[in-house]
């Protein structure tokens, strides 16, 4: 992260009170992240090692678990199944996200229409509503569009939950662009598909890329859509993982492999956004 | 500011635009505006408009052929004198306000000690945000089967030494089990917001404190305190936003139970719908929440708006 010089409480602490703050953070942290730890850890067990009253921290190490969720044993679908669903879901609610978000951005931002802050309100807006107070005419819906079950549902579901994300972030970083280079844009006869194209979008790319990063997050994550709206064909990972609900046999160490496989996109992608992800998260209110 | 005055909104401007009253350069400025516009009315207004009308018929996918009486106040009057929708509502405002509270309180505490100098820092940064970007359903079944579990969980292990080794968490303390683990999960976005606002603070003013001769107390009080509280409105309102619809943990971990222990709206009303088919009454009870959302969010809004105006909104 941003290497930040010392602080003035920092160099006005005894060396023990910072030598324990420094431990308490540690210490702190380390409970915070243990759960993602044992996750990762018991997912590299064998069964025997893993299904056990006292753990087990020391333990020989094998991917076989994680191999044998990749094969998938029985059952409807295996793991790759429902990860090619969720794949496309992310990718394509993001794209649709970006191609809705950008231009509405633009208009609320750069030449921004005459209520923006009105527009702006309605977007958010959307996002404070439960979900559960559309869920049912949604299903029926649905069911009658005889889209019940598949992909195309979920990607339209979750660029309408991403939206006002999307707008609220690409907007905040629209206005970082500095108005002398649009401005000379236009002095140059560039309209505004040019403009865009070649001067605005290079530079909000990190920005660009931050909001499909958080976009991603929250539609691979999402599962009460997921959950009310799909069965089979269009059943993202977390519903496979619900299939551990009820547990046969010894299987801890099988579902922490699955478990691990499906938080591991995610993980990656924020922790590489990691700098950018409040911003998202505030729908833009917090730079 | 919240849905239903601004969806009516969308119209009165549609007929200004007719009347030919702004320029064509303000139409132009209008039209990349239009498809999200558009899209978002169609996924997240229409849904809307028909819950409220399913809400007012007597509408159970169990009986496809049964009459629907619409209009009929039947569902609203079941839902009056319904035992468990009262106790789901004292549920959802418990399984929020202690998580939400409880996150911002561990979220500043730990975003002060990642502020100071500390060896490793953006390594345990990296560490604390990972709670929030694990799946829900992947985090709640890790919960469940390999930290909380009576055999093979590993926190009564962790307790045994302090003399707690045999707590049944999901089975008996299901609540605290839940607001555990909703603030485990929203912790970390606390941490961010109040490390934005730790960081917006200028070391220059905190020097001219220190050189002024004010303790750390009294720097804490009097300057970091003002400056995170528009952070910690802002983790209050928005955390009170999601956790408010938490269902993935609910779902998985405890399924409401036991009983009714940890049954909060969002899963009595998906029960309703989708175990019941009752689709009349969940849609009551779906209305019911939208309304008292839009009330305390326009209030909750009005009372941070000014965190949108000034940094949101920063610039025009």
């Not at chain 1, 809705?100 to 209520?115: E, G, Q, T």
């Not at chain 2, 708006?305 to 949101?312: K, P, Q, V, Y």
Request: with cysteine; aromatic share 12%.
């Amino acid at each position: 992260m941003s290497r930040q010089k010392k602080t003035l409480a920092d160099r006005q602490a005894k060396p023990l009170t910072k030598l324990l703050l420094g431990l308490l953070t540690w210490v702190v942290v380390i409970i915070f992240f243990f759960p993602v730890l044992w996750m990762a850890l018991t997912g590299l067990k064998t069964e025997p090692d893993a299904d056990t009253s006292t753990p087990h921290f020391i333990f020989k190490p094998t991917f076989s678990e994680y191999a044998s969720v990749w094969k998938g044993a029985g059952g409807l679908n295996s793991l790759p199944t429902y990860l090619e669903h969720s794949v496309i879901v992310t990718v394509l609610a993001t794209v649709l996200v970006l191609l809705l978000a950008l231009p509405a951005a633009y208009a609320l931002s750069i030449r921004p229409v005459r209520k923006w802050r009105d527009v702006l309100f309605f977007f958010i807006s959307t996002k404070m509503l439960p979900v559960v107070g559309a869920i049912i005419p949604l299903y029926v819906i649905a069911r009658d569009l005889h889209v019940l079950d598949h992909l195309r549902l979920l990607i339209v579901l979750y660029a309408a939950m991403n939206l006002p994300i999307a707008v609220w972030m690409l907007r905040s970083f629209l206005l970082e662009v500095p108005r002398e280079v649009i401005e000379a844009a236009r002095v140059d006869g560039a309209g505004v598909v040019r403009q865009m194209r070649s001067v605005i979008i290079p530079i909000i790319s990190p920005g660009l890329a931050a909001t499909a990063l958080i976009c991603f997050i929250f539609a691979w994550n999402e599962f009460f859509l997921a959950v009310n709206l799909t069965t089979v064909n269009g059943a993202t990972v977390p519903i496979y993982l619900v299939g551990f609900v009820q547990p046969e046999g010894p299987f801890l160490a099988h579902l922490s492999a699955a478990a691990t496989i499906a938080c591991l996109p995610v993980l990656l992608a924020g922790w590489a956004a990691q700098d950018k992800l409040v911003r998202g998260l505030s729908m833009g209110a917090v730079k | 500011m919240v849905n239903v005055i601004d969806s009516a909104q969308s119209a009165p401007k549609a007929r200004a635009l007719r009347a030919g009253k702004p320029s064509t350069g303000s139409w132009i400025r209008r039209v990349p505006l239009v498809p999200a516009l558009v899209f978002m009315f169609i996924v997240t207004q229409i849904p809307f408009v028909l819950t409220l009308w399913y809400s007012f018929q007597r509408y159970n996918l169990n009986f496809p052929t049964a009459p629907r009486d619409f209009p009929t106040l039947w569902n609203y009057q079941q839902i009056f004198g319904d035992h468990t929708f009262r106790v789901a509502v004292l549920n959802t405002v418990l399984l929020t306000a202690v998580p939400v509270i409880a996150s911002v309180v561990f979220g500043v505490g730990i975003a002060l000690l990642l502020n100071r100098y500390v060896f490793g820092r953006g390594f345990l940064r990296t560490l604390i945000i990972s709670p929030f970007l694990v799946m829900p359903t992947a985090a709640a079944l890790v919960w469940k089967f390999t930290i909380l579990d009576t055999t093979f969980g590993v926190l009564n292990f962790f307790l045994r030494p302090f003399g707690l080794g045999n707590e049944n968490w999901i089975g008996v303390h299901s609540q605290l089990t839940i607001i555990g683990f909703l603030t485990w999960q929203w912790t970390p976005f606390m941490v961010l917001l109040a490390l934005a606002g730790l960081q917006s603070q200028g070391e220059d003013l905190l020097e001219a404190a220190r050189v002024d001769g004010a303790g750390s107390w009294r720097i804490f009080r009097r300057l970091t305190v003002p400056q995170l509280r528009p952070y910690i409105e802002l983790g209050v309102l928005l955390g009170s936003i999601y956790i408010v619809q938490a269902f993935d943990g609910i779902y998985i971990i405890t399924a409401g139970g036991p009983s009714t222990d940890t049954t909060n709206l969002p899963y009595y009303i998906y029960e309703t719908a989708f175990q019941a088919y009752d689709i009349g009454r969940a849609s009551a009870m779906a209305v019911i929440v939208v309304i008292a959302t839009i009330l305390i969010a326009t209030v909750a809004l009005r009372l941070i708006s000014s965190i949108f105006s000034e940094e949101g909104m920063r610039g025009r």
